[in-house]
């Protein structure tokens, strides 16, 4: 990631801009179509801030990747990134920055789109690099997804 970017772990300040870029991303996600699950999404970041398991990268001060974990679930829960500013490293980055949060061991996992699914062609290729494998399939806001496994080294 060029020296453009800042990573850090997400701040409430930051909100407003991870929501701004959510919205510019919201369709490529199922679960975020209505107002009632944007609301929810709303509620879940500002957990997910205060809890110390957001992280975000900045393109001077605006938002342009968030990633959301678990560390008692064991798993990235969200991760998205403006498309102006993907293919720079940036989901990498955060994804190298989460998995230093789960000791040794740990398995940790994603839910992704199917492999036959265009919007699943980056993720997954993302997540293999990293070493996750697939897993059972599942389906999440009436969408059909797969989890895929990662067991830190």
Known sequence: MKNIYRLQMA?????????E?????????????????MI??????????????AICVKFQEE???????STNVKCLSCMAVHPEHRR???????????????????EVTVTTFLEEDPKGVAPRALYKKF??????YVTEFNYQHQKLRKVIA
Do not use: C, H
């Open 21 to 37: 870029m959510i919205a510019d991303v919201r369709d490529n996600f199922p679960g975020l179509d209505t107002e009632e699950q």
């Open 88 to 106: 720079k490293g940036v989901a990498t980055e955060m994804i190298t920055k989460m998995l230093e949060f789960f000791p040794r061991g740990t």
């Open 63 to 69: 938002v342009v990747g968030v990633l959301i974990f």
């Open 40 to 53: 929810s999404y709303q509620q879940t970041v500002l957990k997910n801030i205060n809890r110390g398991t």
């Open 11 to 19: 701040r409430l300040e930051d909100f407003k801009s991870w929501m």
């Open 131 to 136: 070493g996750f494998v697939e897993g059972e």
